[in-house]
């Protein structure tokens, strides 16, 4: 394959998705399947609910019985039973007879109709009812909320609170689901030092560790973070080959650039990842080196946190989560306003970060107050990113652009 230099951010976002394929799938109690990726087409095997059941505390009764009812002309009926929820139905409702039913209880057969009991005159034998009343009122039918044989959910769906509901009023109590990625992490840079550790003269700390740990635990992986390498090809090398050995694909941070110091891709090589693409038409996030050894990606971001947080959820981002067996990798879109002006031009597709808020009806895009690419503070509470096309300049509050959220 051919190693592709500064491709467009949808050339890099696709050439990664191509390379991937879903995890195993295993099966989990439901109780712990909200957030995992749903491993087949969920058909129901059964209707829900799975007879007629009564949507009031009232009446079960016969329609044809209250043709003539009115104020003037009641219609007194029979009480036969009381039918609580749970409970089967002891006798069919006959003309001139009404059973007491619950909220919930199954419709006794030959009732078609049910009418709440504040509407009614009642006695311990017998109601009356004051007008006439359609088949089927106030009945839950049989299969209303849904079908067997229809397809619920299909393979790839992530599992939210209404499937996971469903899922269980299918009878199901244990969820076939793709596995969590294993995604290793490693830091490099020989200025970089762990968050508990002193931070002398020349030094930063660790923050790439924390972002993606964070990031990819809400995306509904497991990161497992390798260690942290110094500008040493050898040293990164070896914890590439680890990460390899125990995951399912590798970040790298730092050393992507083409400094003296700028060793990755070198390491990357070593290990046997096969460069396909170094650097990206976008800013933040230009320096980039994107690999694959054994089918699993070796993702190399830059060290500047914004510029590899941006470059992640661009390119990315959609690949891990296709490997987590989601049928949609790719964000959602939108087209929104900006809230205020960007002053600086955009010779490349820029990337800003920010917050989406509903104001009068227009959503509008508001973007942190400082875009730098070391500014990793301008992505606290960012929800969505917004595209500035390639050769734009400076661009006035109110201007429209696509984004996408996060």
Same mark, same amino acid.
């Given at each position: 394959?051919?190693?592709?230099?500064?491709?467009?951010?949808?050339?890099?976002?696709?050439?990664?998705?191509?390379?991937?394929?879903?995890?195993?799938?295993?099966?989990?109690?439901?109780?712990?399947?909200?957030?995992?990726?749903?491993?087949?087409?969920?058909?129901?095997?059964?209707?829900?609910?799975?007879?007629?059941?009564?949507?009031?505390?009232?009446?079960?009764?016969?329609?044809?019985?209250?043709?003539?009812?009115?104020?003037?002309?009641?219609?007194?009926?029979?009480?036969?039973?009381?039918?609580?929820?749970?409970? /089967?139905?002891?006798?069919?409702?006959?003309?001139?007879?009404?059973?007491?039913?619950?909220?919930?209880?199954?419709?006794?057969?030959?009732?078609?109709?049910?009418?709440?009991?504040?509407?009614?005159?009642?006695?311990?034998?017998?109601?009356?009812?004051?007008?006439?009343?359609?088949?089927?009122?106030?009945?839950?039918?049989?299969?209303?909320?849904?079908?067997?044989?229809?397809?619920?959910?299909?393979?790839?769906?992530?599992?939210?609170?209404?499937?996971?509901?469903?899922?269980? /009023?299918?009878?199901?109590?244990?969820?076939?689901?793709?596995?969590?990625?294993?995604?290793?992490?490693?830091?490099?840079?020989?200025?970089?030092?762990? /968050?508990?550790? &002193?931070?002398?003269?020349?030094?930063?700390?660790?923050?790439?560790?924390?972002?993606?740990?964070?990031?990819?635990?809400?995306?509904?992986?497991?990161?497992?973070?390798?260690?942290?390498?110094?500008?040493?090809?050898?040293?990164?090398?070896?914890?590439?080959?680890?990460?390899?050995?125990?995951?399912?694909?590798?970040?790298?941070?730092?050393?992507?650039?083409?400094?003296?110091?700028?060793?990755?891709?070198?390491?990357? &090589?070593?290990?046997?990842?096969?460069?396909?693409?170094?650097?990206?038409?976008?800013?933040?996030?230009?320096?980039?080196?994107?690999?694959?050894?054994?089918?699993?990606?070796?993702?190399?971001?830059?060290?500047?946190?914004?510029?590899?947080?941006?470059?992640?959820?661009?390119?990315?981002?959609?690949?891990?989560?296709?490997?987590?067996?989601?049928?949609?990798?790719?964000?959602?879109?939108?087209?929104?306003?900006?809230?205020?002006?960007?002053?600086?031009?955009?010779?490349?597709?820029?990337?800003?970060?920010?917050?989406?808020?509903?104001?009068?009806?227009?959503?509008?895009?508001?973007?942190?107050?400082?875009?730098?690419?070391?500014?990793?503070?301008?992505?606290?509470?960012?929800?969505?990113?917004?595209?500035?096309?390639?050769?734009?300049?400076?661009?006035?509050?109110?201007?429209?652009?696509?984004?996408?959220?996060?």
């Amino acid at each position: 394959m051919i190693m592709l230099e500064n491709a467009s951010w949808t050339e890099a976002r696709d050439l990664l998705l191509n390379q991937v394929h879903p995890v195993e799938t295993e099966r989990v109690p439901l109780d712990a399947c909200g957030g995992r990726v749903l491993a087949f087409d969920l058909k129901a095997g059964e209707d829900v609910p799975p007879f007629d059941r009564s949507a009031y505390d009232g009446y079960a009764f016969r329609a044809a019985d209250t043709v003539d009812a009115s104020k003037e002309k009641p219609v007194t009926l029979r009480l036969t039973e009381t039918v609580a929820a749970g409970q /089967a139905p002891k006798y069919p409702v006959m003309p001139g007879e009404a059973a007491h039913v619950m909220t919930g209880a199954k419709i006794p057969q030959g009732a078609d109709a049910v009418i709440n009991f504040e509407r009614t005159a009642f006695t311990a034998d017998s109601v009356t009812l004051f007008e006439p009343y359609k088949s089927g009122g106030n009945i839950v039918k049989r299969g209303e909320d849904v079908q067997a044989g229809a397809l619920l959910a299909p393979r790839g769906m992530v599992i939210d609170a209404g499937l996971a509901g469903t899922l269980a /009023a299918q009878g199901i109590p244990k969820v076939c689901v793709y596995r969590k990625p294993i995604i290793g992490l490693i830091s490099t840079g020989s200025e970089v030092v762990e /968050a508990d550790e &002193e931070q002398s003269l020349g030094k930063i700390r660790n923050a790439n560790r924390s972002t993606f740990t964070a990031l990819l635990t809400k995306e509904g992986c497991n990161p497992r973070y390798l260690g942290l390498a110094g500008d040493d090809a050898e040293s990164i090398r070896a914890l590439i080959e680890k990460a390899l050995a125990e995951c399912d694909a590798v970040i790298l941070t730092g050393g992507v650039s083409v400094g003296d110091w700028d060793v990755t891709p070198e390491a990357m &090589e070593g290990a046997g990842a096969e460069i396909l693409l170094r650097g990206v038409a976008m800013k933040p996030g230009m320096a980039c080196a994107y690999g694959v050894s054994g089918g699993k990606l070796v993702l190399g971001l830059s060290g500047n946190p914004a510029s590899s947080f941006t470059n992640f959820c661009a390119c990315a981002l959609p690949a891990i989560r296709k490997l987590r067996g989601r049928n949609e990798p790719l964000p959602q879109t939108f087209q929104g306003t900006l809230a205020k002006g960007f002053r600086k031009k955009s010779p490349a597709d820029r990337f800003l970060r920010g917050r989406l808020m509903l104001d009068d009806g227009t959503v509008r895009f508001l973007s942190s107050a400082d875009q730098g690419n070391v500014v990793l503070s301008s992505t606290i509470g960012c929800d969505a990113f917004l595209l500035i096309p390639g050769g734009s300049g400076p661009v006035e509050a109110g201007t429209r652009f696509n984004g996408f959220l996060l």
